[in-house]
């Protein structure tokens, strides 16, 4: 594709992988943007820039087709970390993409915005959301944010829920949330080309057999997941859920265990 593709995050983990993984499977006109500049080679186009800052998302969003918004606090931070970074960071961007009349946006919402649903209840794209920490709930926002902007200003959008991509799965719940750098491209590639979107809600998992996830509308836009996390034969826990009962009655895991000041009995 030569369409000019923005990547936020780019000096990130997912972001950078992106970054590559788009270039090797034909995306020749990529852009990369960060807070910071790091791992990115002579020959890759990047620009520096705070979503923070809407003169800095208008720069970096001209003549931009579609963006992989990948650029964010990853975990829970302090309520105004998220808010400035996230919330309005998000803002930002699909502000400066409906002035620069961008078409398309991918962003990476996660399973924290579902976190506070219980590990036996199945999810599909429609079920609710149910954030469990202020990092879910810029999430929640975001994917809010990209519906309106799709009926609004009919930008295209694409949330994934990322469950856990990492190289390989490193613990039991990740048996239930890994996606592989592989398939997290694929849907990336089907959130800019696929020719009927409108606005789209998809689980960022593998083929995993103990998935909480009915992934069902990923694979009607396309999406057939190579890898799973059914191969790796994990017993334990993570070092945070050892000992953390909450955590494992929730998708979400130490995300909703951490400042808890609720009652558990009424997150049904
Ligand atoms: N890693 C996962 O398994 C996972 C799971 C669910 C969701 N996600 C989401 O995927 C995205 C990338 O996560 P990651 O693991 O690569 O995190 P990361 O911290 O490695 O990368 C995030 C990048 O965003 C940049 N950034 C932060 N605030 C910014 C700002 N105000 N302006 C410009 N750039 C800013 C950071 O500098 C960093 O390079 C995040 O949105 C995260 O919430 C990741």
Redesign the pocket.
């Known amino acids: 594709m030569k369409k000019k593709i923005l990547v ?10 992106l970054f590559k993984s788009l270039a090797r499977i034909g995306y020749s006109n990529l852009l990369g ?4 500049k ?1 791992n990115i080679q002579k020959k890759e186009k990047f620009i520096l ?5 809407i003169k ?1 998302t208008l720069k970096m969003t001209k003549g931009v087709y579609a963006i992989v ?7 829970e931070d302090t309520q105004q970390n998220i808010l ?3 919330i309005i ?1 998000t803002y930002n961007l699909f502000e400066a993409a409906r002035v620069n009349k961008v078409k398309r946006i991918i962003f ?5 915005a579902i976190g506070f649903h219980r590990r036996t209840t199945r999810l599909n794209e429609l079920s609710t959301q149910r954030p469990d920490s202020h ?1 879910g709930l810029s ?1 929640a926002f975001g994917e809010d944010l990209s519906r309106f902007y799709a009926d609004k200003f009919n930008i295209k959008s694409m949330c ?7 190289k390989v799965p490193e613990d039991r719940r990740h048996l239930s949330t890994w ?1 592989s750098y592989d398939d997290l491209t694929q849907l990336v590639d089907i959130g800019i080309k696929h020719k009927s979107m409108h606005h789209e809600i998809v689980y ?1 998992a593998s083929k995993n057999k103990k998935s909480w996830w009915n992934n069902s509308r990923a694979y009607k836009l396309g999406y057939k997941p190579k890898d799973s996390a059914d191969r790796f034969n994990l017993k334990s826990l993570s070092k945070n859920e050892y000992k953390d009962k909450m955590a494992l009655l929730f998708q979400g895991g130490v995300f909703t265990s951490a400042n808890f000041k609720g009652n558990i009995k009424y997150i049904k």
């Open positions: 936020t995050g780019a000096s990130g983990h997912l972001g950078g992988m943007t960060d807070l910071k790091k820039g705070n979503l923070k800052n800095d918004h990948f650029g964010a606090i990853p975990i400035q970074n996230n960071g990476a919402s996660s399973n924290h990092y999430k994934i829920r990322i469950g856990s991509c990492l996606i960022g």
